[in-house]
């Protein structure tokens, strides 16, 4: 059964920097999507960036694009965003994810099966 776990949330200010990890232990991302999801106090989980590890091909959320960077390391265990520009909207608990979704439910938080148990990501104004 793999495993995924988040690391690199924080507190900052706004206009800060932070860059997220998640690592898998007990299998990879390759050949899968691999995402990253968000969640606040009272809200669903939404949709902040994925990346098919076949084609490293990203998608990003409207409210994150141009700000916010996914990217894999060789081994495809390692996935990051790169969070730029960060504003206390980014506020939130990160999620990794990984999944086999089609395009059209990428975005969708019920097409991923595995998932990391979260970092807290602080913006203070």
């Known amino acids: 059964q793999v495993q995924l776990v988040e690391s690199g949330g924080g507190s900052v200010q706004t206009g800060a920097s932070l860059r997220l990890a998640c690592e898998t232990s007990g299998g990879t991302f390759r050949g899968h999507t691999a995402a990253w999801f968000r969640q606040t106090p009272g809200q669903g989980r939404e949709f902040v960036a994925a990346?098919?590890?076949?084609?490293?091909?990203?998608y990003y959320a409207d409210s994150v694009k141009g700000r916010f960077t996914f990217s894999r390391n060789s081994a495809q265990n390692t996935v990051y965003l790169q969070m730029n520009s960060l504003t206390p909207e980014d506020t939130a608990i990160y999620y990794c994810?990984?999944?086999?979704?089609?395009?059209?439910?990428?975005?969708?938080?019920?097409?991923?099966?595995?998932w990391g148990q979260g970092t807290q990501v602080t913006v203070s104004a």
């Open positions: 990346m098919r590890m076949t084609n490293s091909n990203p």
């Open positions: 994810a990984r999944g086999t979704p089609i395009t059209s439910t990428l975005r969708l938080h019920s097409s991923y099966a595995n």
